[in-house]
């Protein structure tokens, strides 16, 4: 498979204008410094400062509603921070025009969590888009790459198929091909183990492993599957109350004693995250009615 | 009272904001229609599905409406012994009102309410997202086609709905009740003229599909995205495409027809 995305790599001829081309590469390829994130009134991040290396794949946890996909979201200029800074290859995000973010777009690839298949195209289509859009390559070539990338997430026979017939573990390995289509240098993943099969959970977790390291490229997996994270990840941010409540290497994480991380390795239900929303005393609530 | 006049000055105000996207939204989509152009199958497409699947429903909707017209004009003209006349009546009726108005209101409630489910169903799904972050913008691949698709569907929807009504009225009046074949024809092509009548129908026409289409894809690109969102921006859009044909109809009536 790594011969294969190799050739998929040499043959795209794709060459970023000099302005985009790698900074130094000892430099994390994506970093947030001091970040804050509103929606309206409603404050989503508070501080977030955390750094994503180049070729390691970094997981971003947390409960429902931490904001860990609004960080996906900042990496990829689809909101703007009110505060702080968002650097993908040390270019500022929120500091791009539409046509930059969008040549820095063509090198990140973003796995949605259920797949945002084009509903109206057959896989290979799929697949084949982000290639016709951006590239001028002949259809033969085109349909040897798209084979290429089916063949490495494992669903070559499946390209004549619509996006209806699929599974949901289908229709997220055909997203992931329609994701490296490109072979992007930023692969980010936005909760891709909810609602698999195990067998499917594991082979999403082996593929996202393996394809990071045959492209050489980066990976950030926003997801709460802790067991599954923990065995194929680099490195752990967890993000609490809109800042960085605990990080650290998997064997870190394993051995913590830090109460929310505890908490969350081993899904209890009560702790530093409360299992009741807050709310008034509860005997006056009995006696006085709803309050 | 003052909570109402509050209600109504947010409702105003919310109005006015809508008005500025749905215009702005309007500027994007010339800005892209150039993008969309180069890749013509995709506004071909839309053509098809806008258009070619909406022909049965504007065929019969116009047959039945010529057929309406040829029986009540031919019991209306009968009376001042003008039957003969049927023809220019059934003419006139079609390609100045009931063409481009009943076709709009059909061509609204069958492909824009498909435009505005697509496109809703599309953002449900994060389809609109995914494309946006893969560098492809949405107004030029997904909303620019299905624009065009509607506008250029619409004129020749609504020529073909009063071609179909000039024949309804023929089949009542000519074959069934037995009006002068001769002067059913000759009558409708003395009295309708090219410029004045015709070509007037054919410019509401095109209005009215650019109201229908433009309605249709804002609703599918502004819902909410849910269930219940895209359910309601698909209501809006035939609410308000039925609204805006009706409205528009009125003005330029009033600016084409003055007699």
């Given at each position: 498979m790594a011969v294969l995305l190799h050739v998929t790599q040499a043959s795209l001829c794709y060459n970023p204008p000099p302005a985009l081309q790698h900074n130094s590469?000892?430099?994390?390829?994506v970093r947030l410094e001091n970040v804050r994130f509103a929606y309206g009134e409603r404050t989503i991040l508070r501080d977030i400062s955390l750094s994503i290396p180049r070729g390691q794949v970094v997981a971003i946890m947390g409960g429902s509603g931490s904001g860990k996909t609004t960080l996906l979201r900042l990496i990829g200029g689809q909101e703007r921070a009110v505060g702080g800074r968002v650097t993908v290859d040390g270019q500022d995000v929120a500091g791009l025009g539409r046509d930059a973010l969008y040549a820095l777009r063509r090198r990140m690839g973003m796995l949605f969590q259920f797949g945002?298949?084009?509903?109206?195209?057959t896989v290979f289509d799929n697949v084949a888009s982000p290639l016709r859009e951006h590239t001028d390559l002949p259809p033969e070539l085109i349909n040897d790459l798209v084979m290429m990338k089916l063949h490495a997430v494992g669903l070559r026979g499946a390209?004549?198929?619509?996006?209806?017939?699929?599974s949901g573990g289908m229709a997220r390995r055909v997203a992931l091909a329609r994701t490296i289509a490109l072979d992007p240098m930023l692969l980010m993943y936005d909760e891709?183990?909810?609602?698999?099969?195990p067998i499917s959970l594991g082979v999403i977790g082996q593929l996202i492993r393996r394809l990071n390291d045959a492209l050489g490229a980066s990976s950030v997996i926003v997801t709460h599957d802790i067991q599954e994270s923990l065995q194929i990840v680099d490195y752990i941010y967890f993000i609490s109350e809109g800042r960085v409540a605990a990080e650290g290497t998997p064997e870190a994480i394993r051995n913590s004693t830090d109460p929310f991380v505890h908490q969350f390795v081993h899904a209890e239900?009560?702790?530093?995250?409360?299992?009741?929303y807050p709310a008034g005393d509860y005997a006056t609530a009995l006696v006085g009615g709803a309050g | 009272m003052v909570g109402a006049i509050r209600r109504l000055g947010t409702l105003f105000v919310n109005g006015i904001w809508q008005l500025g996207f749905i215009t702005r939204f309007f500027w994007l989509i010339l800005v892209y229609s150039g993008q969309s152009f180069t890749r013509l199958h995709l506004t071909l497409r839309e053509l098809y599905f806008s258009g070619v699947m909406s022909l049965l429903i504007i065929l019969v909707s116009g047959l039945f409406v010529g057929l309406v017209l040829g029986l009540q004009g031919y019991e209306t003209l009968q009376r001042y012994g003008a039957s003969d006349s049927l023809g220019t009546l059934v003419a006139l009726s079609l390609v100045r009102e009931l063409g481009p108005v009943v076709a709009g209101l059909l061509f609204a409630s069958r492909a824009g309410s498909a435009v505005t489910a697509e496109i809703g169903l599309m953002k449900v799904t994060e389809q609109l997202k995914a494309m946006d972050m893969m560098a492809v913008s949405p107004i030029a691949r997904v909303v620019a086609p299905r624009f065009w698709g509607g506008v250029i569907s619409m004129p020749l929807l609504a020529a073909l709905f009063s071609a179909m009504g000039v024949f309804g009225g023929w089949l009542i009046g000519?074959?069934?009740?037995?009006?002068d074949d001769g002067a059913f024809w000759s009558q409708m092509q003395s009295a309708?003229?090219?410029?004045?009548d015709v070509l007037n129908g054919v410019i509401k026409s095109c209005v009215f599909g650019v109201a229908v289409a433009l309605i249709a894809v804002f609703e599918g690109y502004d819902c909410v995205p849910t269930a219940e969102g895209v359910s309601r921006a698909i209501t809006r859009t035939v609410v308000s495409s039925a609204l805006a044909i009706l409205a528009l109809d009125f003005v330029m009536t009033s600016f084409m027809f003055r007699g």
């Open positions: 590469m000892s430099e994390p390829l945002a298949l084009f509903t109206d195209m390209a004549r198929l619509m996006p209806g017939e699929l891709p183990f909810t609602g698999l099969d239900a009560d702790g530093p995250v409360p299992f009741h | 000519v074959v069934a009740i037995g009006v309708v003229d090219f410029r004045y």
